[in-house]
């Protein structure tokens, strides 16, 4: 059975702050996916990660992935408030016929104050 | 424009009476997906329509069911709603791999369902 597993699961940091939240998980895949969600709200797609060493950002934030460790990052770089939210990795599962099939992290809790 | 919509976007239901959720999609996706996320939880997949081909994940409950009439409609029947399915379910549909813009599932906006 895939175990998905992020750290930390709550993170409160300082505006201006760096920090990386981890995802670890347990079987073979080079497909990963990080997603924020604000309260009350669906998912809202941030990375799709798709071979081993793939790196991207998007303002703020980037994230890379080592298929060889199972293991993805997601680095914030100098949090404003605006980035507060919940941000859960993904890792799918669907094989090679479509995308979609996910198994989800418990999420992290991102908290950014002044 | 949206383009996976999910009907209604908060529905209201008593104990023990069925409820159809529904999610349409605009992106002639062959797969749709059904995932239930419970209150501070991570979403988990119920099941997915590989084009008409149904699959239930091992732990799905008996009492959630789906139906996919067409490519564009998949419904979510919940034939005997507890106080524990209370929750938000959200629809996703992705295309066939090798297509440019297919390397990820497209979500709905949710329907959160309460239970009364």
């Known amino acids: 059975e895939l175990k998905v597993e992020q750290n930390p699961l709550f993170l409160s940091m300082q505006e201006g702050k760096n920090y990386t939240i981890y995802c670890n998980y347990s079987t073979t895949s080079d497909r990963l996916y990080w997603y924020r969600q604000d309260p009350g709200k669906s998912l809202e797609s941030l990375f799709v990660?798709?071979?081993?060493?793939a790196v991207k950002q998007e303002g703020r934030l980037m994230a890379s992935l080592d298929t060889k460790a199972r293991l993805s990052t997601l680095h914030i770089t100098a949090a404003v408030h605006d980035l507060s939210a919940t941000y859960f990795c993904?890792?799918?599962?669907?094989?090679?016929?479509?995308?979609?099939?996910?198994?989800f992290g418990q999420g992290t809790i991102l908290t950014v104050h002044p | 424009d949206a383009m996976v919509i999910q009907n209604p976007r908060y529905q209201v239901t008593q104990f023990g009476k069925p409820v159809t959720l529904s999610c349409s999609q605009t992106?002639?996706?062959?797969?749709m997906y059904w995932y239930q996320q419970k209150s501070s939880q991570a979403p988990k997949l119920l099941f997915h329509?590989?084009?008409?081909?149904?699959?239930n994940e091992a732990d799905t409950p008996d009492n959630f069911q789906s139906r996919r009439p067409n490519t564009s409609f998949c419904f979510l029947d919940i034939r005997s709603p507890g106080l524990g399915d209370a929750a938000m379910y959200l629809c996703a549909t992705s295309g066939p791999l090798g297509q440019a813009k297919n390397t990820e599932a497209f979500f709905g906006q949710g329907t959160r369902l309460t239970v009364v």
């Open positions: 990660l798709l071979s081993n060493g």
């Open positions: 993904a890792v799918d599962l669907a094989g090679g016929t479509s995308y979609g099939k996910l198994t």
């Open positions: 992106l002639n996706h062959n797969v």
């Open positions: 329509y590989y084009d008409k081909d149904f699959n």
